[in-house]
Nanobody, 122 residues
Framework: QGQLVESGGGLVRAGGSLRLSCAVS????????AAWFRQPPGKGREFVAT????????YYADSVKGRFTISRDDTNKTTYLQMDSLKPEDTAVYYCSAGSLATTEERAFHYWGQGTQVTVSS
């Protein structure tokens, strides 16, 4: 089984940027699709972005499209979420995950990190 460790969260003002990283400790990271989900305060976890094994396919939630970019570095076994033009409604705990298919469905992802807090002030 793999372990996922997120980093890069923090406090930022509206309009600012953050880059989240997710280090994956599995020998077969290149065979997994990767994704980011988030859980806003008092709400359920929601899909943010996903990237396929080849990196040719990406999907984004409508709420982040055009502002967030997901990428992966298979050599370093890391996936990234570049977040620009941040809004207060982006405040959440962000989780990275890995699974067999790049999809918006949470249940398709079997490996999860512990999460990193992102807080956007107005």
């Amino acid at each position: 089984q793999g372990q996922l460790v997120e980093s890069g969260g923090g406090l930022v003002r509206a309009g600012g940027s953050l880059r989240l990283s997710c280090a994956v400790s599995t020998r077969a990271f290149s065979s997994y699709a990767a994704a980011w989900f988030r859980q806003p305060p008092g709400k359920g976890r929601e899909f943010v972005a996903t990237i396929s094994q080849s990196a040719r396919t990406t999907y984004y939630a409508d709420s982040v499209k055009g502002r967030f970019t997901i990428s992966r570095d298979d050599t370093n076994k890391t996936t990234y979420l570049q977040m620009d033009s941040l809004k207060p409604e982006d405040t959440a705990v962000y989780y990275c995950s890995a699974g067999s298919l790049a999809t918006t469905e949470e249940r398709a992802f079997h490996y999860w990190g512990q999460g990193t807090q992102v807080t956007v002030s107005s």
